[in-house]
């Protein structure tokens, strides 16, 4: 073995040591914050290691706080605990604690630390290890929130579930603090609620019960197998009314599993005995079945190649200036929001000039919830350019919510695409991710309503691993392969089918049917060899008598007559053939049986004797159409030639006259059958001409009645569309009314006068105690407020007003009236997108507070007198030196330093003493207890001379006026002895 084929051998067994090491590994993914100590220590306390399970905790701390996590939880548990390193191995049996300042992350089976990108939200984030832990080991992923306050970890169980990992919340009835605990409960994202014991008693059982692994029965009993899992789907339906019945099996199969996991049950009979015990499994099972995996500008290619359809999309509403984007399965709003923002981008300031309508809809409420509010966490936004952050979102708490201006854009609603009408005259339907879980059936149905749904030149977006299929080709044009974007084709009609139409269709015999293999080419063609060399030529027909496929060479049997092209098999059969045929297949249509067969003579090309022929008529019934095909068959009968002779033979000549004259009279009959054929044929076809002006008259009924449909479909597209913007106005409503009552609560609280003008001065709101200043009433709401009487004087108030309308710089002055002093604050009053629409003006009252100034720069003009006129200085400063109040000159004089160095610095004062006398002086001045002193110390001036000073201070207490001791101390120089 050469030494590169050592090495090879080397790097694959070490591969398949590393796979095998994480195979069975269980990830607990642990979430705390305050509180969370005591919770993490009484779960690892009552954990024992097993060999399949390691933990990673992300416990909130302060950034510079020095964790003594490690230290703390090692003294009482079982497992080996370490502190968090990059890039260490995950393994068995393991406590990874995070370390200060950093988020704690999972990849490929190591931790990794990064630097936190923003100040916002607690560290570590508890939502991005979760989410890490998620995609790196999907089933094996298990998340623990545990005691604190706030919402992080939410969006990570959210992660965790939708990978198939299962989720457990600390019961907030055991919990310090219950802010995350309920916070995830509230999302409905909770498969466990349990106390610390309990997920300690939990845990080491999971790799029993692994949420990957399967439940249902083996494949040997699959019949059994789909009808357990389709009643399950039956009774959800029952229980929450939302329809999985054409969803992916494997994909309800897998979410099936988790749920049996995460309960520890063996069976879907022992699942079946838990949804009698407790029906509201069905609706947590139903939560299950929708996975909401969505993201900020998801797929950077995609919607890089979407920017130059943006623009198409606003070339199009050029006229109309509206703009309509549909979001079907819209989730959490973060790719509605995605378009919303690059709207913006695109339209820029004429953004304003167009009516935009994007319709965001999903059968999960508490999804619509989170989306309508709009804001999101830092590991949602994690990766999105600063600049669309800082333009589009605003800063609350520790999440980022998308401006108003942008959420105005966006409308959502409940909506079920399998049952509900579609929006209608869309300029774009961006819906991605949604039919990978659908079958085939459904997936051809949602592309033709969303044809029905565009408008001409309308576009839709679909996720890149979905199609449009053999439907959507006949209805869509690629515009963008590789990023699946579509623009609808013209001339194309659909028709919007929903409700009752998109039900599967029941089938008794479904469990039955045989699912067969596809033939191989060989088995093919030897089926064609054998029917062509042996089966008689035959002809299968529609339901309407026209052929479909030849089979053998029918050729002889067959004639296009001149005249009025007819493709039905009596038109084109041969003129000997033909009143036979029409009575075969007229016979064969009404009657029951399913083989009719007549016997002719028909004389074949080039042959002068006739030959019988057989011809006979197959029904079959088409199962998938639900209609019937015909085989028509030619069997010739072949007659031996002795026979023929025998036959000559057996006639006696004086017979031979007769057979002449019968042969003769049966020609006569045959012509005369004809020509009444013939006068048939015209009678017929004068009916025929009669049944197409009927049959043309019933399509133009039809046509109408269809155009009524359509309006009928349209309005009902158009009340769903009503209803969603009725919810959105009714949502809206109650934020509105919330706000509203917050305010004129804030408003009640507030002491001081507030008035709230527009741009005319026109008074909007006001506050009761203007009413000191202004004479204005309830009714003057919508009056100038530069007309008003007022009872205090404001020097040109309205210019004052409109230079803070135009400039957008508050105004700050004072104003007064005998006996009462004002600050009067006049700030622009700005609107979502950041117009100035009006100004806020709010007086406070400051008379007390410029008495108290005047009183005190008296007192200190007065200090400052009477420390020039004594011979010691004067020094007033805190108890403890921790602030200088005052200085006098005669001190300046003394140390030769002004006073703003000393007032600067408390510690300069200390400073300046000589070292062999500081200890004894800084006690002093130190000492909280001291109420007078009276030394003798040495001071160092500023030209390097020493004095010796007598310091003679007394304590003054303050504690009525909560401003703490003050220590006046007169410092005098002690003459040189």
Known sequence: ????????????????????????????????????????????????????????????????????????????????????????????????????????????????????????????????????????????????????????????????????????????????????????????????????????????????????ASRLPADDHEENQVASVDSIIDRVFTVTGVDFRQYKKATLERQLQRRIAALRLNSIEEYYSHIDADPEELEILQRSFLISVTGFFRDEEAFASLASII??????????????????????????????IMLAERLGPTLRGYEVKIFATDIDDISLELARHGAYVDAVIEHMDERILYNYFDQEGNKYRAKKWIRDMCMFARHDLI?????????????????????????????????????????????????????????????????????????????????????????????????????????????????????????????????MEYFGDVSAFLQISPGKA?????????????????????????????????????????????????????KLLDTVTDSHVYLMTFKRLESSGSSATLRAEAIAPEDVQAVAELEEELDRTRDHLQAVIEELETSNEELQALNE???????????????????????????????????????????????????????RSLDMGLIVVDVDHRVTRFTPQTVRLFGILPDDIGHKLTKLPKHIEIEDLGAVIDSVISSGTPVRRQIERPGEKYLMNVSPYRRDQGVISGAVLTFTETTKLSESQDRAAYMQHLLETIGSVIDEGVLVSRRGMTEVLFVSPRLEEILMRKHE?????????????????????????????????????????????????RDKAVSMDNSEHNTGDEIVSLVALVPES
């Not at 623009?311 to 919303?340: F, H, K, N």
């Not at 408390?906 to 000492?927: C, G, I, K, N, S």
Request: some cysteine.
């Open 693 to 747: 002006e009927l049959q043309a008259s019933t399509e133009e009924l039809q046509a109408s009645n269809e155009e009524l449909e359509t309006t009928n479909e349209e309005l009902q597209a158009t009340n769903e569309e009503l209803t969603t913007v009725n919810d959105e106005l009714q949502a809206k409503s109650i934020l509105l009314t919330d706000t509203n009552e917050t305010l004129n609560n804030i408003q």
């Open 419 to 547: 049952k509900d009408p579609p929006f209608l005259k869309m300029n774009l339907i961006s819906c991605r991710n949604l039919m990978i879980y659908l079958n085939s059936q459904l997936q051809n149905q949602l592309v033709n309503n969303f044809h029905y749904a565009l408008s001409p030149g309308g576009f839709l977006f679909l996720g890149k691993s979905e199609s449009i299929g053999t439907t959507g080709d006949k209805l869509f044009e690629v515009v963008s392969k590789t990023n699946k974007i579509f623009r609808r084709k013209s001339g194309v009609v659909s028709y919007g089918r929903f409700g009752a139409s998109f039900a599967p269709k029941s089938n008794n015999h479904s469990d039955a049917t045989v699912k067969l293999a596809p033939i191989s080419r060989l088995a093919e063609r030897v089926r064609s060899v054998l029917v062509e060399t042996y089966a008689p030529p035959t002809i299968q027909l529609n339901d309407a008598f026209q052929p």
């Open 901 to 949: 160095v000393l007032t600067r610095d408390p510690e300069t004062y200390l400073d300046v003493v000589h070292h062999e006398d500081r200890e004894r002086v800084v006690a002093q001045y130190r000492d909280q207890e001291a109420k007078s002193w009276d030394m003798v110390y040495r001071l160092k001036r500023r030209d390097g001379s020493v004095v010796k000073v």
């Open 1 to 212: 073995m050469t030494s590169k084929e050592s090495e090879n051998a080397i790097e694959a067994v070490e591969e398949a040591v590393e796979a095998k090491r994480f195979q069975n590994l269980i990830v607990v993914a642990i979430g705390a914050s305050a509180g969370g100590l005591e919770a993490i220590t009484a779960l690892l306390r009552a954990s024992k290691p097993n060999g399949y399970i390691a933990f990673v905790i992300a416990q909130h701390m302060a950034p510079q706080h020095r964790s003594v996590l490690v230290e703390l939880l090692s003294k009482d548990c079982e497992y080996r605990v370490v502190g968090a390193t990059e890039g260490a191995v995950i393994k068995p049996d393991t406590v990874y604690v995070n370390t200060p300042n950093t988020d704690i992350v999972v990849k490929e089976g190591r931790i990794h630390l990064k630097v936190p990108t923003t100040d916002i939200g607690a560290k570590p984030s508890i939502d991005k290890l979760f989410n890490s832990v998620a995609e790196a080991f999907g089933n094996q992923a298990i998340g623990v929130v545990l005691s604190g306050t706030g919402s992080d970890g939410t969006q990570g169980c959210r992660a965790i579930r939708d990978a198939g990992g299962i989720t457990i919340v600390q019961n907030p009835d055991t919990a310090k603090y219950d802010g995350m605990p309920n916070s995830v409960i509230r999302a409905r994202t909770a498969d466990l609620i349990l106390s610390p014991e309990e997920i300690a008693a939990y845990l080491p059982e999971l790799h029993k019960h692994p949420a990957g």
């Open 566 to 618: 007819n493709f039905d098999i009596v038109s084109l059969s041969s003129a000997q053939l033909q009143t036979e045929v029409r009575a075969l297949v007229n016979r064969c249509a009404r009657s029951d049986a399913e083989k009719v067969e007549h016997m002719v003579r028909f004389r074949f090309p080039n042959e002068d004797a006739a030959s019988s022929v057989n011809i006979i008529v197959r």
């Open 311 to 340: 623009d198409s999309v606003i070339e199009q509403a050029a006229e109309t200036r509206m703009i309509r984007i549909w979001v079907p399965a819209c989730a959490t709003g973060e790719e509605v929001y995605s378009l919303a």
